[in-house]
């Protein structure tokens, strides 16, 4: 495997199912983000996570709930959806450069996870 | 509140017309600037990242420019090729939190 790879690629869920999205990234990165996709809507940024810690919560409802274990892997669990949360949910990494300067470079995408909610 | 706007938000070319996508940001207090690819159903492809201190960046027959002061980028194709037929996606980086804003995509179709 190379790059940032997503899985399952298409999920269908009901609205009371509990499911969870994986994203691992073979790069070497140290910082792994979340983005949700919707139709005619701009990218939009979910979490941040830098060396496993969270630096970015964009005001995510609380049905979201991110974890990451490790730098190479990133989850989003799902639980008790709504309708409107159908979309392509992209994870990304990148290198950061340790130390007080904490410089993101160019962001690696995944090729997403497209997320039905019935 | 950073917002990013590109226009057109679609173009539609004959194959080998060289072509310019427009970018602007309404705060000029970027960290970077980064242009992406997204083929339909797939994820981003990044094509050029240039960041703050820098005013243009090559790579084959891409070319991107950063007018940091006037809040613009464009990203240049020449000879456009069928291939290229995608959504072009710029997003800018507004801080050193890792966090990106993104315009709304221009989609892009060459024509043979």
């Known amino acids: 495997e190379t790059g940032v790879t997503q899985t399952p690629r298409h999920l269908v869920m009901g609205m009371t199912n ?7 990234q073979h790069l070497g990165h140290n910082a792994m983000y979340w983005y949700k996709q919707s139709a005619k809507k701009p990218l939009e940024l979910m979490f941040v996570y830098n060396f496993k810690e969270q630096t970015e919560n964009n005001s995510v409802p609380s049905r979201f709930s991110p974890e990451c274990p490790n730098s190479s892997h990133l989850f989003l669990h799902l639980h008790t959806l709504q309708p409107e949360d159908s979309a392509l949910y992209l994870c990304a990494s990148s290198q950061t450069l340790a130390g007080a ?7 690696f995408f995944g ?3 497209r997320l039905t909610v019935l | 509140k950073q917002e990013v706007t590109q226009i057109p938000a679609a173009l539609s ?3 080998g017309e060289n072509l310019v996508l427009n970018c602007s940001f309404t705060d000029s207090a970027i960290y970077n600037l980064q242009w992406f690819r997204q083929d339909p159903g797939k ?6 990242l240039i960041q703050s201190s820098q005013r243009e960046q090559t790579s084959g027959r891409l070319n991107a420019s950063l007018d940091k002061s006037s809040g613009r980028s464009t990203l240049y194709i020449a000879a456009s090729q069928p291939g290229d037929s995608a959504t072009y996606l710029c ?5 050193n939190t890792g966090k990106l804003i993104f315009g709304q995509g221009t989609t892009l179709q060459v024509k043979p």
């Open chain 2, 43 to 48: 994820g981003l492809t990044s094509l050029l």
């Open chain 2, 91 to 95: 997003a800018v980086g507004s801080s």
């Open chain 1, 18 to 24: 509990k499911k969870s999205l994986k994203c691992e």
């Open chain 1, 101 to 107: 300067e904490r410089a993101y470079n160019e962001q």
């Open chain 2, 13 to 15: 070319v004959p194959e």
């Open chain 1, 111 to 113: 090729p997403g996870t």
